[in-house]
């Protein structure tokens, strides 16, 4: 217990040693659970230059002791802060060697008001705003995460098939929602990664549609769904479209010829861009081939988001292909590949699987959950 | 459409006043809902001392146009960046009679990334942190509020019945967490208002338990459940506690004679708080009668909370009671009424209510639901 965690925190102390940092205040609660195997909220990590002290307050007392009980605690009692608390880690030999001058904080994340609050405490340290430090050690997963990870993939799967089952006529775009994020909670899910997406016909033409009460699935030509689950605190995130009954129907066949004529353009931008993963490969490139088939096929002016983003501990993690990515894929990165196309007033499709990089290409971790199921 | 956003914002303009600001840059997504009617995310929100203008992007172009025509808006296109509309909008005559110099930011919100790229684009301008303005906005409801957040209630109370109806002994804390959210969505909410907490026995001691899959409802004695309902952008939220059918039996009348000596105490802290509610009362003074009662039945120790928070579009809003709280009630304020006995190894009783503040007492949003149902 704790091993994994006190690797990633001796990466970050790496990171501090060459920055010139000699303490280092984590405050993003996903930061500061992966750094230190705590699930609670509402605390803080003290890095100093010689160990590292979770200030919390006494709610979560015993979640530390059971969840973390090799790193140093610092906890809060009724009347104290967290500050307070920090002026003792910052003190404290078992932590610093020195009074720490030169401290790094995630710009992200800390808000202005806390940094007021830090430097009226300690006028003669130097904040330094960091950018990404942590969210960039996540970025790379260890085995266990990556098991972590297709749990929670296959959960997303099996919900989506479960729905796909039982899903009737009658059911608005909110009742599939409801049922599908029942259903990932049944399937041993703890929680969804994010709002799903369920959007019928012209609704699918926006990429960040909302679910609505008015509409039935057996009036709709087609419907899109962007989900998943999130299970021991990492997440799945899977999107597919297809045609209903009716948009299969002799009477849509107009519709029906429209949708898999843009559904096998999306799916060689899909497919060309994943054959392109691997190690080195330049995450900028990447998106760009997936684009160029879009492009290429007359529908640019109608694919306006990034081709895919990281995954993790949260569903939009560091990193990721898109026309402004800076970097290149390294092993054990994950990340979504989810080009589309978006008709206003007609549909759209986008078609989203999650990746894993290997050490000589890539691995779909949702092959499982074919692109047209 | 559009009116009591522009009340809103009017008021915001009079604290900008007030406090010599000629602009203010809106970054909460709450926020800029309250003041706006926007219900979509990733957007700023920026008043000069002439007008007000919503910095977005392409995929909100259209729901702009839908939830907030009455207003300015910038929208950026692909290569564009929010803080390039914001100079935009800064020199437009529309929303800012000259250049502005003096700008209100949110403290608790706004992000030292943010300040400093706004620094480095904007190095004649002051940025002053400002703590809760729009916040304390919001804590007095208007009474389309008012009615939104007495929905959230009914499908909060509607959705625990049906639960408390249909539970069955073999079922987890994880199991009637799971029904009891799918249910909320099934009474209308839209979402939940935070994660449900369901607890047996002594994980009820903690007073922010994470459901767990061990442990099933036929061998507790005891069942403490926070949950509520989101509908149309408010929350509910209510706390019950209660003896399962084996705490009733005979076979454990000694925890049952604890559970309603523990019940009554709480009970007596929660009435007496509300009793003292009314425009003008001390919140502290509210806090402090509660938790008097808890402190004078021998329990002191085991209450380590405040005693409410406000309500409204978040689940812990501005304002509430407790031993530092500053200020007075007001009216159409909506506070959470919930003190609470935590005994570890034993369970925990927490009663919690919505109150409004009414022109000379107080109203239980929550009363159609008996403390002991």
Redesign the interface.
């Known amino acids: 217990m704790g091993l994994r965690e006190s690797l990633r925190r001796e990466k970050l102390m790496k990171v501090m040693d060459d920055e010139n940092l000699d303490g280092y205040l984590v405050v993003d609660p996903v930061n500061v659970s992966y750094l230190t195997g705590f699930?609670?909220e509402d605390s803080f990590l003290w890095i100093g230059d010689v160990g590292a002290c979770l200030l919390s307050d006494?709610?979560?007392e015993?979640?530390i002791k059971e969840e973390c009980p090799d790193i140093g605690a610092a906890i809060r009692c009724?009347g104290q802060t967290t500050l307070g608390l920090l002026r003792g880690a910052m003190a404290d030999s078992a932590f610093s060697s020195k009074a720490p001058n030169r401290i790094g904080?995630e710009?992200?994340?800390?808000?202005?008001?806390l940094?007021?609050a830090l430097r009226g405490m300690f006028p003669s340290a130097e904040f330094v705003?960091r950018?990404s430090d942590v969210e960039r050690l996540r970025s790379i997963k260890d085995e266990t995460e990556i098991s972590e990870i297709r749990q929670a993939i296959d959960i997303t799967i099996r919900a989506y098939r479960v729905l796909r089952k039982t899903a009737t006529n009658d059911m608005t775009e909110?009742d599939l929602r409801?049922e599908l994020?029942?259903r990932m909670?049944?399937e041993g899910g703890d929680?969804v990664s994010f709002?799903s997406i369920v959007a019928f016909d012209a609704r699918a033409a926006?990429?960040?549609a909302?679910p609505q009460r008015k509409g039935q699935l057996g009036d709709s030509n087609m419907v899109l769904i962007d989900w998943g689950a999130k299970r021991n605190g990492y997440v799945g995130d899977l999107t597919r479209a297809f045609l209903t009954e009716k948009g299969e129907s002799l009477a849509s066949r107009e519709y029906r010829a429209r949708f898999e004529s843009i559904f096998k353009i999306v799916l060689e931008a899909h497919d060309k861009a994943i054959e392109m993963i691997k190690p080195g490969a330049s995450c900028r490139e990447i998106d760009k081939v997936a684009r160029d088939v879009i492009r290429e096929a007359g529908y640019g002016d109608y694919y306006?988001?990034g081709l895919g983003h990281g995954i993790g501990r949260v569903v939009h993690d560091y990193g990721g292909f898109s026309?402004s990515a800076q970097g290149v894929v390294e092993e054990n990165m994950i990340i979504t590949v989810e080009p589309g196309i978006y008709l206003p007033g007609w549909g759209g499709i986008r078609i989203e699987d999650d990746v894993l990089a290997t050490p000589d290409g890539c691995e779909i971790m949702s092959s499982n959950l074919r692109v047209d199921e």
Do not use: M
């Open positions: 699930q609670g006494t709610r979560f015993e979640q009724s904080i710009g992200a994340s800390t808000t202005v008001a940094l007021n705003a950018n909110v409801d994020e029942y909670r049944k929680d709002p926006l990429p960040h909302i306006g988001h026309p």
